[in-house]
Nanobody
Framework: QVQLVESGGGSVQSGGSLRLSCAAS?????MGWFRQAPGKEREGVAS???????TYADSVKGRFTISRDNAKKTLYLQMNSLKPEDTAMYYC????????????????WGQGTQVTVSS
């Protein structure tokens, strides 16, 4: 199986930036970032597959960038111009197949890293 460990979360004021990292024990076909706020459904944020295809939620387009370093087996999420509505637990996920932003398509999950954006 694939183990995933997120890091880089924290508290930041509106307009600030954070970069999340996800260290993986193995490479997979697709990796993605998801987030979940209290009382809300888990939401797909961004995904990246082995064809370098990216998918972003409309709410983060132009502000977030997903990238990877295959040699380090690490996935990143650069988050700029953060807003209070970005506050959530952010999860790294991996899929052995082609996938976009549907959580059910991912096989492996990290335990999450908290991102809090204050006004």
């Amino acid at each position: 199986q694939v183990q995933l460990v997120e890091s880089g979360g924290g508290s930041v004021q509106s307009g600030g930036s954070l970069r999340l990292s996800c260290a993986a024990s193995a490479n997979t076909f697709t990796m993605g970032w998801f987030r979940q706020a209290p009382g809300k459904e888990r939401e797909g944020v961004a995904s990246l597959d082995n064809f370098s295809r990216t998918t972003y939620a409309d709410s983060v387009k132009g502000r977030f960038t997903i990238s990877r370093d295959n040699a380090k087996k690490t996935l990143y999420l650069q988050m700029n111009s953060l807003k209070p509505e970005d506050t959530a637990m952010y999860y790294c996920a991996a899929s052995r197949v082609m996938a976009t932003l549907a959580p059910q398509m991912y096989h492996y999950w990290g335990q999450g890293t908290q991102v809090t954006v204050s006004s």
